[in-house]
């Protein structure tokens, strides 16, 4: 029995491989990027040969499989994603463009008294590709107000004509 862990980086997609007695393995591929599963399959690879079985065995005495990927991240940090679209509660539409929050005073010290002297990063989506629907939702997952379809189609439509790549669906949830 094995449980693996995948982790897609911007230049390598790192595994680890833990066998039924607790066993560490960790192997290494490059990432592919533009066909991301592509270091993924070839890490696995890498453990099947040595291992001496084969990818299907592998896989199929695998019971766990994780995946995550830093890629993502560094897309976002390095402002290397497809243009983006933002649809979220009505009446939140400049959340992104306030840019108030308390994490941004984690570890300041000194520097929260000069809160003004701040400068806020460039939001990911700028405010002409956000649009507002109608809706609502508790801490607790339960609708307070339902979604308005037709308008999410509506907003949908129009950042597609503004030629969104991806869409971001942020709902606002009330404590």
């Known amino acids: 029995m094995y449980y693996i862990g995948i982790d897609i980086g911007g230049t390598f997609t790192d595994m680890v491989l833990v066998n039924g007695h607790s066993e560490v393995r960790m192997y290494k591929a490059p990432s592919t990027p533009g066909e991301l599963s592509r270091g993924v399959l070839d ?6 040969q040595d291992l001496g079985i084969g990818v299907e065995q592998l896989l199929g005495e695998t019971s766990r499989l994780a995946h995550g990927t830093t890629a993502a991240t560094n897309a976002l940090i390095e402002r290397k994603g497809v243009k983006t679209g933002l649809i979220t509660t009505k009446g939140f539409g400049d ?11 984690a570890g300041m010290g000194e520097n929260v008294t000069r809160f003004s002297m701040r400068q806020n990063p460039s939001p990911i989506v700028p405010k002409e590709l956000v649009r507002e629907v109608t809706e609502r939702v508790d801490y607790k997952g339960a609708v307070v107000v339902r979604l308005d379809e037709t308008e999410a189609r509506l907003a949908a439509r129009e950042l597609i004509d503004r030629g969104v790549e991806a869409v971001a669906v942020c709902p606002v949830v009330l404590p």
């Open 95 to 105: 959340t992104l463009f306030i840019q108030r929050s308390m994490g941004h005073w």
């Open 43 to 48: 890490a696995i690879g890498l453990a099947a």
